[in-house]
């Protein structure tokens, strides 16, 4: 089993709708939590980060944590054209990022 | 003003030949790495170096050899490449202690 599962879609969607991405891990000791975005031939960038379990509310984007169920989700309300990307999840055992995690990415499409 | 900036942004070379690709920071950080990205999107760490110091070393054949000159700067270079190697690679930073990776704009790596 992987240590990161995401399923990597592709998500297509009408502008507007409330998008959820989900990734489940294996392994008990991570601790921070992270979802990165990427833009078509672009590098990731962070969009949101979380420490154990709990809610993230960022504008339209809310990370949520379940660590009993080894799950975590990427919200996006009233999705927009923009949002069009490609979310990989991230998340490492410990504070730092040395060891960070991804998830293969989901590649999200939101049609106008 | 870029933050992580790497070249060249394509390469397309013939199997058997020895390329390299640069990658510079210009914020500051103590920790740089460089992840290989596949066709299915799937962004992996092959090694990460803080303070010049070699501290990751994935699973990655021998003919990839990182060397860092100084803390900004992170060089990968590759011999006898294969049709295998072709991917996109990214450079990131972080700073040690601190959760979030800046990503390079990658390169893309074609092997013929």
């Known amino acids: 089993q992987k240590e990161v599962e995401q399923d990597p879609g592709p998500l297509s969607v009408p502008e507007g709708a409330i998008v959820s991405l989900n990734c489940t891990y294996s392994n008990s000791a991570f601790q921070y939590f992270m979802w990165y975005r990427q833009y078509s031939r672009k590098g990731p960038e962070l969009l949101m980060y979380?420490?154990?379990?709990g809610n993230k509310e960022d504008g339209r984007f809310t990370a949520q944590v379940d660590k009993s169920s080894k799950y975590i989700s990427l919200f996006i309300r009233d999705s927009q054209p923009s949002d069009s990307a490609t979310y990989l999840c991230a998340m490492n055992p410990q504070g730092g990022s040395e060891k960070l995690v991804f998830g293969k990415g989901t590649k999200l499409t939101v049609n106008p | 003003d870029t933050a992580v900036s790497q070249t060249p942004k394509y390469l397309v070379t013939q199997m058997g030949n020895d390329k390299s690709i640069k990658c510079e920071q210009n914020?500051?950080?103590?920790?740089m790495y460089w992840y290989k990205q596949d066709s299915k999107k799937f962004l992996k760490i092959m090694f990460s170096y803080n303070n010049k110091e070699l501290i990751i070393n994935e699973t990655v054949p021998n003919r990839f050899s990182p060397k860092s000159p100084d803390k900004a700067h992170l060089n990968l270079h590759i011999n006898s490449l294969e049709l295998g190697d072709s991917a996109v690679y990214f450079c990131?930073?972080?700073?040690?202690?601190?959760?979030?990776?800046?990503f390079g704009p990658g390169t893309r790596l074609t092997v013929l």
């Open positions: 914020l500051g950080h103590d920790t």
């Open positions: 979380t420490y154990s379990s």
């Open positions: 990131a930073s972080s700073q040690k202690g601190y959760n979030e990776q800046f």
